[in-house]
């Protein structure tokens, strides 16, 4: 029998990430495909957690994870009504027969739409806690899915923008594509400019220099033709501090280096004019959104609104003359939509999660492979403050891969087994020997 470990669990959870890139980029609630997704990588993680495993979850993520489920939880659970006497206005009291009118109410204020976030949120944990129990050879090797994903949005993308500037889908997904697999174009940018620290990875550190630069080149054209103001602008700053954050540890040459900014100096040009040729933000735009949100926070800041109901608790704080006949479904602010939904925990949590990613900097940067992860989270949650690209199932399964590659503990302890061996050359075969074999050897010598 082999000793060989198994591997079809890298395979499982690939699929899932791959099937979500090619599904999940609708934004409207209640998808078929979304529900789908989130019952794959359920299943997926059971059967992954079935198998013993070596890798251990740090357990600051794991207690932070239970908080965050916990806090939804708690939003569909009855609790006494004098809990809520001056918490929250009386619009949004939530009163339910099912719970009684007077002597129970729910936190949320639309407990199915709750009960959905609830399970968005399982299936991205379970996602995460998965790849976290697989070993860091595995991890890497979940990187081509992801490449795969990323090149049918592209393809489809750029098959969109070669037949018109604007160009409609419908019936092939429950949503109409709009960009790419995706219904938002500005959520199709974020998946290309995300891929960009994984595409200068494998230039600079895995030996396809010349591939990884006309990848990187198709996917800056790909975020100029979608047009996206963000993603022009967020594209070609990760481009940059992908380039000088990860080159410092590579074999590349100072010349490549140079001939990748004098690209980036004309990608700029292009990017100016397509950034210029729009008004920035109009009055009804996210400055507006966010004021009206900020307004609905102060009011609610104890207990939230329930996950999910954003769309229905603002329309309570919006100006009469903001009332057009298109309504506001996202604040275009995550941060800001999470704490008018979840209140002071949910803010909370947050907090705890950026001091959690950034003690986690320390720890990875002698690593490539996660640098490339934490600047792509970064960015990604940059976007995040004029945007909510973490709404669509495809973005929220990249974003939980990625942290898994930044808060996985077998990167650091490959590279401390790296430090105690020594490359010999046995008969034109590059080997790999334990620094204290190679030492006894040389103490005859030596004496």
């Known amino acids: 029998m082999s000793n060989r470990p198994s591997e079809w669990d890298k395979y499982l959870l690939g699929s899932v990430l791959f099937i979500a890139l090619l599904t999940g980029g609708g934004t409207a609630s209640g998808l078929y495909t979304d529900t789908l997704i ?8 059971a059967a992954v957690f079935s198998q013993a495993s070596g890798q251990r979850i740090p357990h600051s993520v794991l207690w932070l994870l239970i908080f965050a489920v916990a806090l939804v939880v708690l939003q569909i659970v009855p609790l006494p009504a004098v809990i809520f006497s001056g918490l929250r206005p009386e619009l949004l009291l939530a009163d339910s027969g099912l719970v009684g009118e007077t002597r129970f109410r729910f936190v949320s204020v639309g407990v199915g739409r709750t009960i959905e976030c609830l399970l968005y949120l399982v299936a991205l944990a379970a996602f995460f806690l998965s790849v976290l129990r697989l070993r860091a050879e595995q991890v890497h090797a979940l990187l081509p899915f992801f490449f795969m ?6 393809l489809a993308g750029a098959i969109q923008y070669s037949l018109s500037d604007d160009i409609a889908i419908e019936g092939l997904l429950p949503f109409t594509i709009n960009a790419g697999l995706f219904a938002n174009r500005n959520h199709f940018a974020a998946l290309l400019f995300v891929s960009i620290p994984f595409v200068v990875y494998y230039g600079l550190f895995r030996g396809h220099l010349l591939s990884g630069s006309l990848g990187l080149v198709s996917l800056l054209l790909l975020l100029l033709a979608a047009g996206s103001r963000a993603g022009v602008l967020i594209g070609l700053a990760i481009t940059v501090l992908s380039i000088v954050f990860l080159s410092a540890r590579s074999r590349v040459s100072g010349l490549s280096i140079l001939a990748i900014f004098i690209g980036l100096s004309v990608y700029t040009i292009g990017a100016w004019t397509k950034i210029d040729a729009k008004v920035l933000d109009p009055a009804f735009g996210r400055g507006e959104f966010a004021r009206t949100t900020i307004e609905g926070i102060k009011e609610n800041l104890a207990t939230g609104v329930g996950f999910g109901n954003f769309q229905k608790a603002y329309q309570i704080y919006e100006k009469e003359e903001m009332i ?9 602010n995550d941060y800001l939509e999470i704490a008018f939904e979840g209140g002071v925990i949910a803010i909370l949590l947050m907090v705890v999660y950026f001091v959690l990613l950034f003690a986690a900097l320390a720890r990875i940067r002698p690593h490539p492979l996660q640098k490339a992860a934490f600047l792509s989270v970064s960015f990604l949650l940059i976007h995040s403050l004029v945007d909510y690209p973490l709404r669509t199932e495809a973005l929220a399964m990249t974003f939980a891969y990625m942290n898994a590659i930044i808060f996985h503990k077998g990167f650091a302890e490959r590279l401390a087994q790296k430090s105690e061996l020594i490359e010999i050359d046995h008969n034109g075969d590059k080997l790999f020997v334990p620094i204290g074999t190679s030492s006894q050897r040389r103490r005859p010598e030596a004496s």
């Open 324 to 332: 057009f006949e298109k309504y506001v479904n996202h604040a275009h």
């Open 38 to 45: 989130e019952v794959a990588a359920i299943v997926s993680a």
């Open 149 to 154: 994903g990323v090149i049918c949005n592209g």
